[in-house]
């Protein structure tokens, strides 16, 4: 049996069907797989029953791996493989972390609109999420397709965002939440340079590349560019670009960093187990050098 693809919405997120990740796809399967992933943005496998070995082999299917940034945080210990991110509210131990957990603190960062690993100088091409155990009520994952975003996009904005290098770090985005980096992480992990607008290789859609790790844009005043920052998350963001996954237990859901935003939704994370974990593929260069742009170098040195 060959695997079918369900669209949810015409152009954006679709549901896989019978397709078994815990083995290697077929070469046919592989391919319907990989052209749904360039049109549709955000896959959703239901029903897997995956080790992490198994997660991690499917994911390298799309690239090389990006591992955890969890491991460079100060004082946290690792609960899977080093390759997945552990976005759960899970211990090592198994049990529930508590409500003044440092590690609490810095994944509520998680319920900010992002793109993944935007604030390292390679981001992230793709991410695989999967949801092992899901709390009863909240908990939706929210997805933003920012190709449409543009498309929609009045054109003054589209020239103010073309061509332009906005600064992403860790810091920015988890400063937002009033959580505080270490001096030692923000050394480990600087602003970096990223483009504004992308232009998808595969697909040849152009979109928006926001994050709330974005700080900063070359060339432009703080002030303003925060606004213009904002303005552009404002429209990105409206319902009519927005998909909301409500999972259910043992999905995969992948997305392509490239061309979308997420975010995650509130819930009880005190008294309900949500055992996340996401593996995710490098892209193939910095955003800049795909596109063609050279960061300012006074900009650089400011940081």
């Given at each position: ?47 897997q029953t995956l080790t992490q070995q198994q997660h991690v082999d499917f994911t390298k299917r799309f690239g090389p791996i990006d591992p955890s940034m969890i491991t ?51 981001p992230a091409k793709a991410s695989l999420l999967y949801m092992q155990s899901i709390p009863p009520v909240g908990g939706q994952t929210e997805f933003a397709d920012m ?125 309900w187990p949500r055992d996340a974990q996401r593996a995710t593929v490098l892209d193939v260069a910095p955003t800049c050098e795909q596109e063609g742009l050279t960061p ?8």
């Amino acid at each position: 049996m060959t695997v079918e693809i369900w669209p949810v919405t015409e152009s954006f997120a679709a549901e896989v069907g019978d397709a078994d990740l815990s083995t290697p796809l077929s070469a046919e399967d592989w391919q319907t797989v990989e052209n749904a992933f360039h049109e549709f943005a955000v896959l959703i496998f239901p029903g897997q029953t995956l080790t992490q070995q198994q997660h991690v082999d499917f994911t390298k299917r799309f690239g090389p791996i990006d591992p955890s940034m969890i491991t460079d945080l100060d004082g946290v210990k690792p609960r899977v493989l080093t390759y997945i991110a552990d976005v759960s509210n899970l211990l090592p131990d198994g049990s529930l972390w508590s409500e003044d957990s440092r590690l609490r603190g810095f994944q509520m960062g998680n319920q900010l609109w992002h793109t993944d690993s935007s604030f390292k100088e390679v981001p992230a091409k793709a991410s695989l999420l999967y949801m092992q155990s899901i709390p009863p009520v909240g908990g939706q994952t929210e997805f933003a397709d920012m190709r449409a975003a543009w498309d929609a996009l009045p054109d003054d904005l589209k020239v103010q965002a073309e061509g332009r290098i906005a600064r992403h770090a860790i810091a920015y985005s988890r400063a937002r939440q009033g959580f505080e980096m270490s001096e030692t992480e923000n050394t480990s992990m600087p602003a970096v340079p990223q483009a504004m607008v992308r232009h998808h290789g595969y697909s040849g859609r152009t979109g928006l590349y926001l994050a709330s790790h974005a700080g900063r844009i070359d060339g432009v005043a703080d002030d303003e560019a925060a606004a213009l920052l904002q303005q552009l998350m404002d429209h990105a963001t409206q319902r009519q670009f927005v998909y909301a996954h409500r999972w259910r237990a043992d999905d995969l859901v992948m997305w392509d960093n490239r061309c979308t935003m997420h975010r995650g939704l509130a819930y009880d994370d005190l008294r309900w187990p949500r055992d996340a974990q996401r593996a995710t593929v490098l892209d193939v260069a910095p955003t800049c050098e795909q596109e063609g742009l050279t960061p300012d170098a006074m900009a650089v040195a400011a940081e």
